[in-house]
């Protein structure tokens, strides 16, 4: 896995922003404490963190082409807002060129949105991109201090945090993170 992890890297220096590679470092070194702390792999925290953003800063007329190419199919939300569709893409390249594991493909697949079925790669990955240590927004300090102590918790709040944003903004609510919420409030 390390090999891949390398090769990813360097990918990432030639096709994202140096802004954006600031930012995957920054989840890929989150990633690896909340791998620590929760007893997963670090290398696998370490590859959900440097694909996710894979294809983040390609040009936007892109997206929807590739993902056409790749066969994903593509909502009405996506179809308007075409950079919703990054994470998808990346886990399908990923996928192909490199047979990532299931539960890697879809934290990175569905890191924009959440995901009902998500399992802890899936929460660390999403938890961390949000709280990595470039970001910088109210209730930052708090996610970072819940997210060691209880993932679930801290990926529900952030979940709701996105949710609340969205609405405030008049976003799209993506379907998977409707799903995502209302799996989370049935336990
Ligand atoms: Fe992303
Ligand atoms: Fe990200």
Redesign the pocket.
Known sequence: MEEIINEIKKTLKKIVSEY?LK??MG?LYTAKMLANKYNIEESRAELAAVG??LF?DIKPYKFLKIAKVYGIKISFEEEKNPILLHGKIAAEYLKREYNIPDDIYEAIYY?TSGYKYYGLIGKILFVS?SI?PTRNYDKVEYFRKIAFHDINKAYKEILKNKIIYSLNKNHFLLNNTVEAWNNILQY
Do not use: N
């Open positions: 954006r930012h995957i989840v996710h953003d983040r890191h991109d990595e």
